[in-house]
């Protein structure tokens, strides 16, 4: 048996070649495709992960119960 596999693909390259996505679904997306940074998107990541870590940490002096 010889398995026969497609192209491996994106999730945003599956919806623009999807017949059932409207076509101004799909010229949305790419324009918001288009205006992406990935830089900028991993520091607001990180910043966002930061927040919650401080969030998620304990204070000092406070006890909380179960």
């Known amino acids: 048996m010889k398995k026969i596999y ?3 693909k994106t999730p945003y390259q599956r919806v623009l070649e999807s017949a059932d996505v409207a ?3 799909k010229r949305v ?3 918001k495709y288009e205006q992406l940074n990935p830089a900028e ?4 990541i990180e910043r966002l992960q ?3 870590y401080s969030l998620a ?3 000092r002096g406070v006890k909380h119960e179960i």
């Open 29 to 31: 997306l790419v324009e």
């Open 23 to 25: 076509e101004q679904a």
């Open 50 to 52: 930061e927040k919650l």
């Open 6 to 8: 497609e192209e491996a």
């Open 41 to 44: 998107l991993h520091r607001k």
């Open 57 to 59: 940490s304990p204070v």
